[in-house]
């Protein structure tokens, strides 16, 4: 009887790592004209990626809210960076907290939500949401 036979992974390391440290389009701003609590909502319905290992491209409704610090977000440089993604190997779940991340960094809101609703594949279906800041229960990383 033989042995388990030993095959390469068919996910590695580097599959999980791509598209997280590319360069992007930088995002803009501008200043916010009131102090007052107010919350923005961004949808956009034609958001691709590519899947780093397959190649074939992965298509979800993003929606981005937040509530403004000091700065909003510039929508055309949210669309230029965004569109950058199409041509971006990069994992659902990568995408979904790469554009927090960077989108907190850029507007340093008082608190954000990226979701993404990908479209199924296979069989499949992924919904994404990760949030800013991260809950007090989780590790606490800066945007």
């Given at each position: ?19 997280v440290g590319e ?121």
């Amino acid at each position: 009887m033989k042995g388990p036979s030993k095959r390469p992974p068919r996910y590695t390391d580097a599959h999980a790592r791509s598209g997280v440290g590319e360069p992007l389009p930088p995002l803009e701003t501008w200043p916010s004209s009131y102090p007052e609590d107010y919350e923005v909502v961004i949808t956009i319905p034609e958001f691709t990626s590519i899947c780093p290992k397959t190649g074939l491209p992965d298509f979800a409704t993003l929606t981005v809210s937040y509530v403004p610090g000091r700065r909003c977000v510039e929508l055309k440089s949210l669309k230029e960076y965004l569109l950058a993604y199409r041509a971006l190997g990069i994992f659902n779940e990568n995408a979904v907290n790469r554009v927090l991340r960077d989108l907190a960094r850029a507007a340093r809101p008082r608190r954000m939500t990226v979701r993404g609703v990908f479209t199924p594949r296979g069989g499949l279906q992924t919904t994404v949401e990760a949030r800013w800041p991260l809950s007090r229960s989780g590790p606490r990383r800066r945007p």
